[in-house]
């Protein structure tokens, strides 16, 4: 539909491109230009495929269906998509620390700081229970005071998460109810990721700063390259390393946290 | 022309033809909150057919039109509503046999799909996901010999 002409100001990029066009490799441009044009009501969270009465959209012009089957109206359906996005970004962050913590506690590698890694376990577990009672210490008095006034100081998984996920049932919230849930679930998420990097520095101690090379670059001719993509645990990004170190084969990252000491002990 | 074995009824063509062609803002995200509401000149009839003008040759149409708001453009035969002079009585609404002529009184016109006669393309075949709606020359069936 649109011919978008420069794709990327990445130069390097930019010279595999036509490379890749002549072997047909389909790219994420190729892709980005065949969903073209994309669906106005998704775009504008209109649209919702929540229960069996089918899927509903709100059309903004047309005056019969400006509404689902179960009644909600188009700020409803709008807001209800955020908070989707917000849930589900927010399971992410829980997912991760879980793991890490598990393995920590599974006693898979040896901490550098024994008693600061064990407190910040507990707090795991206390955030996850009923929000924890270290955020209460270590944020600013006026933050937590205006979190708690609007509603949206985070408490657990059970009272933030599943409550907010029922909010996307019919007929049950308004707009600014599912808005304060969408900020609360959020708020959890981020919560443990503060928590991560406390225990990512207590388990592997403090990072300096270092010199890293990025881009297409990074890979080596004549030798295996592995790439690990996506939030893995840096435990066992650790193991990888130090397997692939042995057997000669060059690992790099991407969209990952980057693979530099304190987790290796060479880059 | 539309393909009724592609068309999906997911109501694309509507909402960028009222967005492109009806609304002042041209944008999706303004266009929702526009007062007059912005009107489509195409129709999703059931779940697998986009209607909307078919350019009539002996259009009903025109000869309904008291003041001769309706008419054809000589160069390329599409019939299209003179929007100034329309005095909104709505004889054209009741006179077209596929009942697609809106009458809007937000708008004070009656509003009518034009085929996109100032922009390049017809909105609603360019956005269609399916390829069902695309322009063609209309074949006339009118020269076989009885």
């Known amino acids: 539909m649109e011919f978008i002409q420069k794709k990327t100001i ?33 775009e504008t ?4 495929r929540d229960c069996l009465q089918g899927p509903c959209i709100s059309h903004p012009f047309r005056d019969s269906n400006k509404m689902g089957v179960c009644g909600k109206d188009k700020d409803v359906l ?62 600013p008095k ?78 080596k001719s004549k030798t295996p390259n592995l790439l690990i993509c996506g939030p893995l645990s840096p435990i066992l990004k650790k193991k990888i390393l130090d397997v692939a170190e042995k057997m000669g084969v060059q690992v790099t990252g991407a ?13 | 022309m539309v393909d009724k074995t592609k068309c999906t009824g997911c109501h694309q063509c509507e909402l960028w033809c009222a967005t492109e062609i009806s609304s002042v803002s041209k944008e999706l995200y303004q266009a929702i909150h526009e007062n007059p509401q912005p009107v489509p000149r195409v129709y999703v009839e059931g779940k697998d057919f986009a209607l909307q003008c078919r350019h009539c040759e002996g259009a009903p149409c025109i ?30 609404v009741m006179a077209c046999p596929f009942g697609i002529i809106n009458p809007s009184p937000s708008m004070r016109v009656a509003v009518k799909c034009d085929r996109c006669r100032n922009m390049g393309y017809p909105i609603c075949a360019e956005v269609c996901p399916t390829q069902a709606l695309r322009l063609e020359e209309r074949k006339d069936y009118r020269t076989k010999a009885f």
Do not use: H
Not at chain 1, 45 to 48: D, F, I, K, R, V
Not at chain 1, 256 to 267: A, C, E, G, K, V
């Open chain 1, 10 to 42: 990445d130069q390097a990029v930019e010279y595999f491109l036509p490379k890749a066009a002549e072997s047909e490799i389909s790219l994420v441009w190729d892709r980005y230009e065949g969903q073209l044009p994309e669906c106005g009501f998704c």
């Open chain 2, 63 to 92: 000869e309904a039109c008291p003041n001769g708001t309706m008419r054809r453009d000589p160069e390329t035969g599409l019939v299209f509503v003179n929007e100034p002079t329309c005095i909104a009585c709505w004889m054209c």
């Open chain 1, 78 to 139: 709008a807001s209800q998509s955020l908070l989707r996005l917000a849930l589900k970004g927010t399971m992410t962050c829980l997912d991760r620390i879980s793991e890490f913590a598990e393995e920590v506690e599974s006693k898979q590698i040896r901490p550098r700081n024994k008693a600061k890694t064990d407190q910040v376990l507990k707090e795991i577990q206390g955030l996850f229970k009923d929000g924890g009672s270290l955020m209460m210490k270590e944020f």
């Open chain 1, 45 to 48: 969270g209109l649209s919702c």
């Open chain 1, 142 to 219: 006026p933050l937590i005071q205006g979190w708690k006034e609007n509603g949206i100081l985070p408490e657990g998984v059970a009272r933030d998460l599943f409550k907010s996920s029922q909010t996307l049932e019919g007929g049950i919230a308004g707009v600014e109810e599912i808005l304060l849930r969408a900020f609360k679930s959020a708020l959890l998420g981020g919560t443990s990721q503060w928590l991560y990097g406390k225990l990512k520095r207590s388990v592997f101690g403090d990072q300096d700063p270092t010199k890293i090379e990025v881009n297409l670059g990074v890979l």
């Open chain 1, 255 to 267: 969209c990952t946290s980057p693979l530099i000491p304190p987790f290796t002990s060479r880059y």
